[in-house]
Structures are given as C-alpha cells and as structure tokens.
C-alpha cells in the first residue's frame, strides 16, 4: 500500500515564505513524477508544479518565479517552496503522485491535503 504524506502548511502574511513537504511511502519501485495541485473555496482544483523522475518541471502561470519544487528521490519526498506568498495564493494543497509500485502497476495518489492561508 502507498500514501502520501504531507506536511508543512500553515497560516503566514502576505510576502512570507512556507515550505511544503510529501513524502511516499510503501511497495515503490519508481515514482516518475509528483507534484502540487491546490483547491481555493469555490474554485476547481488546479496544478501548481510538477516535477519528474529526471528533473523536468512544470509551474503553473501564477507562481512562476516565486515557488520552487524539487525532489529527493532517495527519500522520494518531493517539496515545494513558497515565497514571496499572497492572498490569493490561500487554499488547500494536495500532494499528488504518480507511483510505479512493486508489481510494476502505474497508480495515481494523492495527499490528504495541507492548508495554506496567507492573510495579513
């Protein structure tokens, strides 16, 4: 069995700095890419970045130059850095995966969601 786990959201003002994490855990033989999406109220759930097993990378418009993902793909624990944050950034974050397991099946995860509020 696989999970993601996230940590590091929290409530900070408009200019400052967080710092997500998600780690996989489980029957894994490779994770080829993982990434962030975010769901404000009353909006759909959209991509944030994504990155892949050989470093390839994807931001959405809205936070490009200000948020920064990597890996460590010893830990298989991706991260996403925050800066620069304002309010419109304010949502719910879901780590998502995508995780080639032990009997070699492609399966898509997703975090349980970790809540980032910018607010002054």
């Known amino acids: 069995q696989v999970q993601l786990g996230e940590s590091g959201g929290g409530l900070v003002q408009p200019g400052g700095s967080l710092r997500l994490s998600c780690a996989a855990s489980?029957?894994?033989?490779?994770?080829?890419?993982m990434g962030w999406y975010r769901q404000a109220p009353g909006k759909q759930r959209e991509l944030v970045a994504v990155?892949?097993?050989?470093?390839?990378?994807n931001y959405a418009n809205s936070v490009k130059g200000r948020f920064t993902i990597s890996r460590d793909n010893a830990k298989n624990t991706a991260y996403l850095q925050m800066n620069s944050l304002n309010t419109e950034d304010t949502a719910v974050y879901y780590c998502?995966?995508?995780?080639?397991?032990?009997?070699?099946?492609?399966?898509?995860?997703w975090g349980q969601g970790t809540q980032v509020t910018v607010s002054p």
């Open positions: 489980g029957s894994i033989f490779s994770i080829p890419a």
């Open positions: 990155i892949t097993g050989g470093g390839t990378i």
């Open positions: 998502n995966a995508h995780i080639l397991g032990s009997k070699f099946l492609l399966n898509e995860y």
